[in-house]
């Protein structure tokens, strides 16, 4: 891997944080970053993250530019790290410009609709799979990104039938090598699963804070705070991420429905033995989830 | 307050974690345990939370205990530290075994219920008005108690009508000493409060554990564990609190049940400015909530 050059498109929370991880996994590499924002640029390579940035993803590929051995990249390696609703647009600069053979992933939170996209679209010289690292924040922007967010993390990457052997193999092999635990699913599979632990959450934490009042957010203690912290995710992420997991999101949200309802009408009807087996049931799935990943971990 | 003897009655999480921070306030003090279980005792001694400790609240009175100088306690302070269901019977117990003017309060998280069965009950020799430290945790048990628990916490006060002046004043002034922040308010206000930032939470958590299948559980990053986290809060303390403060929470499940729908319904319809200012709203009063605390702590 080391004879490779690794253009990272989108310096925020997570681009940020991939490009300190790849330069501690992987000193000697090249590593490109792409933003809009040219302070984002600025301050990445203040950082130290990149050896270059630019402003267009064609550029990356223009300069051709040699490793730190003096070496020209025999390998390109492209991050897509944007929200997923830009995600589709990128890839298509990408493989534009980029030379045959270029293996390209994204890190987007939903996989369904980019690999539906991805199937469709014929591209000239790239290889896509997407993947999904598992390891997000309710924090977002570059100044909160730090090499260890990846740590022990498990990634989802997500082959389809037109995916390249030999692309999910590189792709998977990077993830690895990061430190994280790839697990290959189909984007289907993956958006059901993240609908469920990710997106039904987030979506539950933000109508809690609708439903409190203002006058009594000062007295939430720690748990009040832990239920609802998802809910401080950015909604220029999050609102494309729901829209493209609608199916799935919608399913789970009425599977939720029906269990609170059936807390309801047990308090409603002062059915105390129910209420307790509903919050006993509740207690010992949440109790076996922080076990099993202990044990996987 | 050295002149004085404690009697914790319930030595749990709560119950032990009072005694350990009221032995580190107030050396000098005699203080009190009293379970049903011999083995809480034996610990709760063997810690050097309490001098002595009993089965049975009316022996703590009868022994009648010198404090640490040799001196008859001049005036007796009760703790109640039991589930909300059992919490009217031990006082009952008490007021029939303690010296006349004894203060007593209790730590449930609900006070309506409490204060007007105080209120219909004529006690014979004690001063009941109900506390509520705002300080809990989804553990429990005495293995998990601990003398910083209360540290800068919220702990509500509620007087009512026939609520003795004198008894309010030292019931504040013990928490204070604590080193808490007492807030007065009434056992009405004080549900309403409680219905909102921990039992609708609490319930929306729970919920939450249903709708989610249990095979996808191992994925639940730090997100889906946070949000979760209060559902495993035990039942055999829950229960009876959800229920006695069963109006004010149907009416915050309904709230809360409304705004899902609003989000439902804008995902359902691919309204996506719908749903990004549903999201930033309520991100915004979660941030907020944080800003707020700090504030004031």
Redesign the interface.
């Known amino acids: 891997v080391t004879h490779s050059a690794f253009v990272i498109v989108g310096l925020g929370f997570i681009g940020g944080s991939l490009a300190a991880r790849i330069r501690r996994h992987f000193p000697r590499v090249r590593l490109i970053g792409i933003s809009r924002d040219r302070r984002k640029i600025s301050a990445a390579k203040r950082r130290k993250w990149i050896d270059a940035g630019f402003t267009h993803p064609g550029k990356a590929f223009h300069q051709n530019p040699l490793d730190r051995k003096g070496r020209n990249p025999a390998r390109w390696f492209v991050l897509i790290c944007t929200p997923v609703d830009v995600t589709p647009k990128l890839i298509s600069e990408v493989d534009r410009y980029a030379p045959s053979g270029t293996v390209v992933t994204d890190v987007g939170s939903t996989k369904q609709s980019i690999a539906r996209w991805a199937s469709r679209k014929r591209f000239r010289r790239i290889q896509f799979v997407g993947s999904h690292p ?5 924090l977002s922007g570059a100044e909160h990104a730090r090499a260890d967010l990846f740590k022990g ?2 990634v989802f990457v997500t082959p389809t039938q037109v995916s390249k052997p030999e692309a999910v193999r590189r792709i998977s092999s990077f993830w690895r090598k990061l430190g994280t635990r790839v697990l290959l699913l189909t984007p289907e599979k993956h958006d ?3 609908s ?3 997106h ?15 006058k ?21 992420l ?3 991420i ?2 493209s997991n ?1 199916g799935h ?2 399913k ?2 009425g ?6 309802q ?3 009408s047990a ?2 009807g ?1 059915r ?1 033995s129910r ?2 087996r ?6 010992r ?6 076990s ?2 202990k044990e ?1 971990g």
């Open positions: 598992l390891a997000g924040s309710h993390a498990y059901e699963i993240v469920q632990i990710s039904l959450p987030h979506a539950v934490a933000s109508a809690l804070m609708h439903a409190v009042s203002s009594m957010l000062r007295y939430g203690a720690s748990g009040f705070l832990d239920t609802t912290r998802v809910a401080q995710g950015d909604p220029r999050w609102t494309p729901f829209l609608r999101l919608l789970d949200l599977r939720f429905e029906s269990a609170l059936y807390f309801i308090l409603r002062r105390s209420v307790a509903f919050l006993r049931a509740a207690g799935k949440r109790r076996e989830s922080t099993r990943r996987s």
